[in-house]
């Protein structure tokens, strides 16, 4: 069995104090034997308007969150997935997930790739793309605690071509950290992490943001681990923050992919034209 730690948050507009609440829970993650330690989309810094945010996004060789993290997990000896925006080498902006390993190297990075931009009936609005750069391309990391590991961000979710690429990729576990509206998660959010967990035959892991933000805006919580059975093994609520603890059988995926071996039975569908 692997222990891994989720850490649900409600991340505000000073990284210091992201960070701090961060690493804290590398150490006491560590301490209470946790070999992986998962953050939400956007730990180190949630806020939506973009003067201000500007001061705090950096590029990532400059981030003292990033460094003070980076220390962090090689202190602790724990995995760490950080969820952050960064600028980019383009000089605009990434909303990112990197990954450090025990001695707090980088052993990943991804850039969300599907940009959030959505009107809800009850008014609420979001338009990622006006801030953000879509990554490019899938990410997985080999030789994890949990195996091969994917990353995806947030609204990554709903498109599960990103999903069969990471299939593609034989991925034993996926992160999805998260930073959901309460609305679309009331709607989808069990819904989607469990039907990712179940085509890929591998756990999901996601991290979540919850509460009522500094910024204004209200996130859904409930961090979830999912087995690739499609069953929930960790839900933390939607109430309060906080760090979470799941142990992982890594034996259950050979088990599920030899019961349904739907990853060995894909074929790939021929395009044909729209009539």
């Known amino acids: 069995m692997t222990k891994i730690a989720l ?5 505000g507009t000073d990284p210091q104090a992201n960070a701090a609440s961060i690493c ?3 150490n006491r993650a560590a301490s209470l034997g946790a070999a992986m330690l998962f953050t939400p989309e956007m730990a180190g810094l949630l806020d939506q308007k973009r003067s201000r945010a500007s001061e705090n996004i ?3 060789g400059q981030s003292q969150l990033v460094k003070d993290v980076a220390r962090a997990a090689d202190e602790a000896g724990i995995w760490v997935s950080l969820g952050l925006p960064v600028e980019n080498a383009r000089g605009g902006w990434a909303n990112r997930t990197i990954l450090f390993d025990t001695a707090g190297k980088i ?3 991804y850039d969300k790739i599907h940009m959030f931009d959505m009107a809800l009936d009850g008014g609420e609005s979001w338009q990622e793309s006006r801030a953000y750069d879509p990554g490019k391309e899938a990410v997985s990391c080999p030789d994890t605690p949990l195996g091969r590991l994917g990353l995806t961000i947030c609204y990554d979710i709903r498109f599960p071509a990103l999903f069969e690429e990471l ?5 034993d576990a996926i992160a999805t950290p998260a930073a959901f509206t309460v609305p679309t998660g009331r709607a989808h959010w ?7 967990a179940v085509e890929a035959s591998a756990f999901v892991i996601a991290a979540a943001q919850v509460g009522e933000h500094e910024d204004g805006r209200r996130t859904y919580g409930h961090s979830l681990v999912i087995d690739p059975w499609g069953e929930v093994l960790l839900d933390m609520g939607g109430e309060e923050a ?3 603890f799941c142990e992982i059988d890594l034996g259950r995926i050979a088990e599920v992919r030899g019961q349904l071996p739907s990853l060995a039975n894909r074929r790939d569908i021929p395009k044909s034209p729209v009539q």
């Open 7 to 11: 850490l649900q948050m409600t991340s």
């Open 24 to 26: 804290e829970a590398a």
């Open 58 to 60: 950096v590029r990532e």
């Open 107 to 109: 052993a990943a990075r």
């Open 167 to 171: 299939g593609r990729h034989a991925c």
């Open 190 to 196: 069990h819904l989607l992490q469990r039907a990712r």
């Open 242 to 244: 906080g760090l979470g």
